[in-house]
């Protein structure tokens, strides 16, 4: 049985993902109380084979604390969230030794899913053997690739250094555009139209751009240097303008 905890945009997207694709396994999910951070029917757990929290970076070490007692011996969790190495270090230090671990980002989300008709070819996973049998990692590695998956291999430090000029520079654009309010116009050109796509396929992760700066520290160097190149840009064209009459 795989289990899914969290039933977020992710958490839903991905339920439905292995309903379609793993059809032969049970799923199960999980998700806190709505008045607490409680998770009920977390006893389910000790049936589970696999285990996947798809929940806010945040909240992620206090999951780990509840289900840390329910996991059997031999049960691989997979991490998914955006961050890798605050992710993994939790892992290691709150889960038993007896559990095994993989971390793993898959590279999209609901709208480029559902974009794809929620089909897995040519999309991009990020995975690490964080603490797993080398035998069952590279069936699961070989799996996901059988998915159609484009699986790159990436320690949990290499993927945040990467992910700080790419993913956290695009969610960053993404909630620029949505807060200037850009919209489609009868003048688009194809350019225009690739800022719009960005927009529409970030316009719901505010909340993944703050947690992905607040838990991976080689985002501040990119927002440092957006900060100051736009700055530059804006100061090279107000100088460049030629003068007013008189």
């Known amino acids: 049985m795989i289990a899914v905890i969290g039933r977020g945009n992710f958490g839903r997207a ?26 009920p029917n977390i006893d389910i757990l000790r049936r589970a084979r696999v285990v996947i929290p798809a929940v806010p ?12 007692p329910y996991l059997q011996p031999g049960t691989i969790v997979i991490d998914v969230c955006t961050i890798k190495a605050h992710t993994a270090r939790q892992m290691h230090s709150l889960l038993p030794e007896h559990v095994e671990l993989i971390a793993c980002h898959p590279l999209f989300g609901p709208e ?5 008709g929620w089909q897995l070819k040519g999309l991009n996973l990020v995975i690490w053997a964080e603490r797993i049998q080398a035998e069952r990692y590279d069936r699961i590695r070989e799996g996901l690739r059988d998915l159609g998956l484009n699986v790159i291999e990436l320690s949990p430090q290499d993927h945040d250094r990467i ?17 200037m309010d850009i919209q ?14 960005v927009r529409d396929t970030t316009c719901h992760d505010y909340g993944i751009l703050r947690d992905v700066f607040r838990f991976n520290s080689a985002c ?17 064209l107000r100088k460049s303008r030629l003068p007013g009459p008189g």
């Open 14 to 39: 991905l339920l439905r993902l292995l309903n379609t694709h793993l059809a032969d396994w049970e799923t199960e999910s999980l998700d806190k109380a709505p008045d607490s951070s409680r998770i």
């Open 57 to 68: 970076i945040a909240s992620f070490g206090e999951v780990l604390r509840q289900i840390a």
């Open 112 to 116: 480029s899913l559902a974009a794809a």
């Open 163 to 179: 992910l700080a000029r790419s993913q956290f520079l695009s969610l960053l654009i993404g909630a620029v555009l949505v807060r």
């Open 184 to 197: 489609s116009t009868e003048m688009n050109t194809r350019s225009f139209d690739e800022l719009l796509d």
């Open 220 to 236: 501040d160097a990119t927002l440092a240097e957006l900060e100051k190149t736009l700055g530059d840009i804006g100061a090279e």
